[in-house]
């Protein structure tokens, strides 16, 4: 029997990132990876590792210093400010730690941003959205306002503006940072639904190792450096299992 190969959605070669100011610092040190389609990749290490680097990077949110980074076999050193944009816009969900919703837009505006920017119609507007705060189970809290949210809603909402544009690749940088043991659980819960039902591909940083569990595969970043590299078994982290934060 044939075995079917995936496509890969990222390849990074030879990857390093320094910054100049105020002193010079590698935080990414020759990194070689690849992300295929449908993965759930978990880039986990301490403080300092080099892990928001490395998604910031693969987001296209930043260029490395030297080497190159593939998206979908395109080389996106030979590509414009306008094309790296499209790239974001269509292919690529950004969920943040620090949820980055607008504090003047209520629930729905937020989610509905991105596709007022890609200029979809009125009425698909309302059903995706619709649709999405339904998914995340924040349809009744549509009219609120985020600082009428606690933090877990505030992450749904992220997430759900993150996939407005229905992107085949999400990226997380710290999603549960700032969240509670119960939400985390929670929003953990959901990522990886959407990875298991909509065949998303998922890149996640995160300090915490029962977070890191629910990839498929855990690279172990360190001085800017990859580590270690496990495949996994995903599975979903126990209440108890994720430390308490304040928050949520």
């Given at each position: 029997?044939?075995?079917?190969?995936?496509?890969?959605?990222?390849?990074?070669?030879g990857i390093t990132?320094?910054?100049?100011?105020?002193?010079?610092?590698?935080?990414?040190?020759?990194?070689?990876?690849?992300?295929?389609?449908g993965?759930?990749?978990?880039?986990?290490?301490?403080?300092?590792?080099?892990?928001?680097?490395?998604?910031?990077?693969?987001?296209?949110?930043?260029k490395?210093?030297?080497g190159?980074i593939?998206?979908?076999?395109?080389?996106?050193?030979?590509?414009?400010?306008?094309?790296?944009?499209?790239?974001?816009?269509?292919k690529?969900?950004?969920?943040f730690?620090?949820?980055?919703?607008?504090?003047?837009?209520?629930?729905f505006?937020?989610?509905?941003?991105p596709?007022?920017?890609?200029?979809?119609?009125?009425?698909e507007?309302?059903?995706?959205v619709?649709i999405?705060l339904?998914?995340?189970?924040?349809?009744?809290?549509?009219?609120?306002?985020?600082?009428?949210?606690s933090?877990?809603?505030?992450q749904?909402v992220?997430?759900?503006?993150?996939?407005?544009?229905?992107?085949?690749?999400?990226?997380?940088?710290?999603?549960?940072?700032?969240?509670?043991?119960?939400?985390?659980?929670d929003?953990?819960?959901?990522?990886r639904?959407l990875?298991?039902?909509?065949?998303?591909?998922?890149?996640l940083?995160?300090?915490?190792?029962v977070v890191?569990?629910?990839?498929?595969?855990?690279?172990y970043?360190?001085?800017?450096?990859?580590?270690?590299?496990?495949?996994?078994?995903p599975?979903?982290?126990?209440?108890d299992?994720?430390?308490?934060?304040?928050?949520?």
């Amino acid at each position: 029997m044939s075995v079917q190969k995936l496509n890969k959605i990222f390849k990074l070669a030879g990857i390093t990132k320094e910054y100049v100011k105020p002193s010079s610092i590698q935080a990414l040190k020759g990194i070689d990876l690849e992300v295929s389609e449908g993965e759930f990749v978990s880039i986990i290490g301490p403080s300092g590792s080099g892990k928001s680097t490395f998604l910031h990077l693969l987001g296209c949110l930043d260029k490395p210093s030297k080497g190159e980074i593939y998206i979908d076999g395109i080389k996106t050193s030979d590509l414009g400010d306008n094309e790296l944009s499209i790239i974001r816009r269509d292919k690529i969900g950004f969920v943040f730690q620090a949820f980055n919703l607008a504090a003047t837009l209520n629930v729905f505006q937020n989610v509905e941003l991105p596709l007022l920017i890609s200029e979809v119609g009125a009425g698909e507007r309302r059903e995706r959205v619709e649709i999405l705060l339904k998914h995340v189970n924040l349809f009744d809290k549509k009219d609120h306002f985020p600082s009428q949210l606690s933090g877990g809603e505030k992450q749904r909402v992220a997430i759900a503006r993150a996939l407005a544009n229905n992107p085949p690749v999400l990226l997380a940088d710290e999603p549960t940072g700032n969240l509670d043991s119960k939400n985390s659980k929670d929003i953990m819960d959901l990522i990886r639904g959407l990875w298991l039902n909509q065949g998303l591909t998922v890149v996640l940083i995160t300090h915490e190792p029962v977070v890191a569990a629910y990839g498929t595969r855990m690279i172990y970043l360190r001085d800017g450096k990859v580590e270690k590299e496990v495949k996994n078994k995903p599975r979903t982290a126990s209440i108890d299992g994720i430390k308490e934060k304040k928050g949520g």
